[in-house]
């Protein structure tokens, strides 16, 4: 009988924080898959094979933010 | 409560890179051409050397996008894109640290936190692998190179956490002035001890193999075989602009992440407290009105 009550109160107090870890690790999460395309993808490593698509796209803004660039 | 939080951290990010791109656009491009000619001019000395002693000339791979395409467009996505996910890394940093702090000021927790990005996440690396502009950068070492690079990185974040726990441990010891002197020498100690471990560019082994001992991939004079320089090296003034103004709009980005987002967390640190004070003077108001018309 007591069980179920210690269920819903661990519950009621995890939910919340789990909602912000998930924000917080989704918004990081997203970002860094940004910064990878921005900086990286099709150089050194390419998740399209051999296409240079955006490597050729954000070319300058690679070189210029500082990232190493072919 | 956190998405009023991560919008605005995206929102700034975005402007800051917006705002990294004109100084970009405007300043840095010409810089970039200059680059690109010197780069064209030399394929072109090198190919006429390869003629003249036999071998056959390279071909160059078609172009996908044109010169004016990357360099009004192309950067101008790559910029807002960068500034974009720094707002995103820097409000889940900010988020978690303002959590454990609660007591330090909104805009000044978001000065410190952009400081400490801008330092760890760009000009420690750029101390060791300082922004090339195109013509720099052997083609075959872009595996090495981008390996280093994101070491480098990773290791200037790692140290900066560590310095900055150390900072807070040492806080209730030796006073908080002394404490930030003593994390600032962990954080100098730390990435100057990878800085020393990590090989530079022109030290990888085949750079080493193919072009002779140089510290790095900027390229040398061309010769010919008689030794006589038929192309410069790559011009110094140029190489220094491009740095000097990448370092720049960098602050710019991150400067504008700081102040911004400073400005927009201290309104909405106050704005649940203004909102219950008037709803209050509102509930006051309104309260003894029934009073006299009953």
């Given at each position: 009988m007591t069980t179920p009550v210690a269920q819903t109160d661990t519950r009621s107090i995890t939910l919340p924080l789990t909602a912000r870890r998930a924000a917080l690790g989704l918004t990081a999460l997203l970002s860094l898959l940004l910064l990878y395309f921005i900086g990286v993808d099709q150089g050194a490593t390419s998740l399209f094979g051999s296409d240079t698509h955006i490597h050729e796209f954000v070319h300058d803004a690679r070189h210029f933010l500082g990232f190493p660039c072919h | 409560m956190e998405f009023r939080y991560i919008y605005r951290g995206l929102g700034v990010g975005l402007l800051g890179g917006l705002l990294a791109f004109v100084f970009a656009r405007i300043f840095a491009e010409p810089f970039i051409q200059d680059a690109i000619d010197y780069e064209s001019g030399r394929d072109e000395a090198q190919s006429a050397l390869d003629a003249a002693a036999g071998h056959h000339a390279g071909h160059e791979g078609a172009e996908l996008f044109s010169r004016s395409v990357q360099s009004n467009v192309g950067i101008g996505v790559g910029m807002a894109v960068f500034g974009l996910a720094i707002g995103g890394l820097f409000v889940v940093a900010y988020l978690i640290v303002s959590r454990r702090y609660?007591?330090?000021?909104p805009r000044v927790l978001a000065c410190l936190l952009a400081a400490a990005g801008f330092v760890s996440l760009y000009l420690v690396p750029f101390a060791k692998y300082p922004a090339n502009p195109p013509a720099i950068g052997h083609e075959e070492t872009i595996g090495a190179r981008s390996a280093l690079y994101v070491t480098m990185v990773a290791v200037s974040v790692i140290a900066m956490g560590l310095a900055i726990v150390a900072g807070r441990w040492l806080a209730g010891r030796v006073g908080t002035w002394n404490a930030s002197l003593l994390a600032g020498v962990v954080f100098l100690v730390l990435v100057a001890i990878a800085m020393g471990l990590l090989p530079a560019f022109g030290h990888l082994s085949s750079n080493k193999a193919e072009y002779?001992?140089?510290?790095?991939?900027?390229p040398q004079p061309l010769q010919a075989p008689d030794g006589r320089i038929v192309y410069p090296g790559f011009p110094a003034d140029v190489l220094f602009k491009f740095r000097f103004y990448s370092v720049i709009s960098q602050l710019i980005l991150w400067s504008t992440i700081a102040l911004g987002f400073g400005a927009l967390a201290e309104r909405l640190a106050v704005a649940p407290a203004r909102r219950a004070s008037t709803a209050r003077v509102e509930a006051a108001t309104t309260e003894p009105t029934p009073t006299p018309a009953g």
């Open positions: - | 609660p007591d330090v000021r002779g001992d140089f510290a790095t991939e900027t």
